[in-house]
């Protein structure tokens, strides 16, 4: 917003005429009276309270056309950026801000223009404090902020970023855990003949994530050369309330660090033909959804 500022004349004193344009395209006016004088050399003095008027006013002016709260500025921000990220990314960002930051700071009625350090602060005691939530939780929320609010610094809706100044809590070590050699005997013995047998085994194979297992297809899979590829995932993130609603999959872009080859075991190959030969007769029943016929866990 271009805010200009002018030394004008009223009786015979000084004044500091501000003029901008509104957020609805009206031209606005301001006088701001000096104290000055004219009679006297009081000309270079206006001068200098016209630069102390218009830097002064500037910040407020901004403030009071801009008042969007902040609260509602972080759906805003989601909005206009969701085009840069991932559809997941997308709906776990929104899905933080609208449970957990958007409410807070909703009831406290806070202007984006006027949002402090200490706002934001106190969002992260009172998580912590009252909701129990831990440090790494607190880092998820502070992510979001801080990328709402670098946005709004780039889009010139405000000069600094507050959430800058935050004290963060201590980022709480993770300490990886794995099954023995004998607990996940137990954990195959237990799956085995269920519905989950196919899914523990690819975990315990291969490592991998439980969207990467759901996506796998038959066609990652090379027999010749045995190794199973990971090409994409399936995501459960979108716009329905009910995760199943949202279910689909996802082909990973190429230059994804996500995909990835691994060669597979006697004993993975073996099931795995197994399992293949198994669904192609299933295939022939009327009750069998042709939807996942690609897939490797058709359940």
């Known amino acids: 917003m271009n805010v200009t500022a002018s030394v ?16 609805d395209g009206k031209r606005k006016q301001k006088w701001v009276g000096t104290g000055l004088e004219v009679k006297g050399n009081n000309k270079r003095k206006a001068e200098q309270k016209r630069i102390e008027i218009l830097q002064e006013w500037k910040d407020k002016i901004i403030c009071n056309e801009n008042d969007i709260l902040f609260s509602d500025f972080l759906i805003q921000w989601l909005e206009e950026t969701k085009h840069t990220i991932s559809e997941t990314t997308y709906y776990t960002y929104l899905t933080t801000v609208k449970n957990s930051i958007y409410p807070f ?6 202007k984006l223009c006027e949002l402090k350090p200490y706002h934001i602060q106190e969002f992260y005691n009172q998580k912590m404090e009252k909701d129990n939530v831990t440090a ?7 992510a979001n902020i801080h990328k709402a609010l670098d946005y709004a610094v780039k889009t010139e809706r405000i000069k600094t970023n507050p959430s800058d100044n935050v004290s963060l809590p201590k980022k709480e070590k993770h300490i990886a855990d794995f099954y023995t050699a004998e607990e996940l005997k137990l954990l195959l013995d237990g799956a085995k003949n269920t519905k989950l047998e196919t899914i523990v085994l690819l975990a ?16 990652h899979i090379d027999f010749d050369s045995n190794t199973l590829s990971i090409k994409g995932t399936v995501t459960d993130k ?3 309330g009910s995760r199943k609603k949202n279910m689909k999959y996802q082909e990973k872009a190429k230059t994804s660090s996500s995909i990835r080859t691994f060669p597979m075991p006697e004993a993975a190959s073996a099931y795995l033909k197994e399992l293949k030969a198994k669904q192609e007769k299933w295939q022939k029943s009327p009750a069998f959804n042709a939807e996942f016929k690609d897939f490797v866990c058709i359940r």
Not at 136 to 142: A, E, P, R, V
């Open 8 to 23: 004008q004349t009223k009786g015979d004193k000084y004044y500091i005429v501000l003029n901008w344009k509104s957020i």
């Open 204 to 219: 315990s194979w291969f490592g991998l994530r439980r969207g990467e297992i759901i996506g796998l297809k038959w066609q």
């Open 238 to 240: 979108g716009k329905s």
């Open 105 to 110: 700071f909703k009831n406290r009625k806070i």
């Open 136 to 142: 790494n939780t607190i880092y998820h929320f502070h």
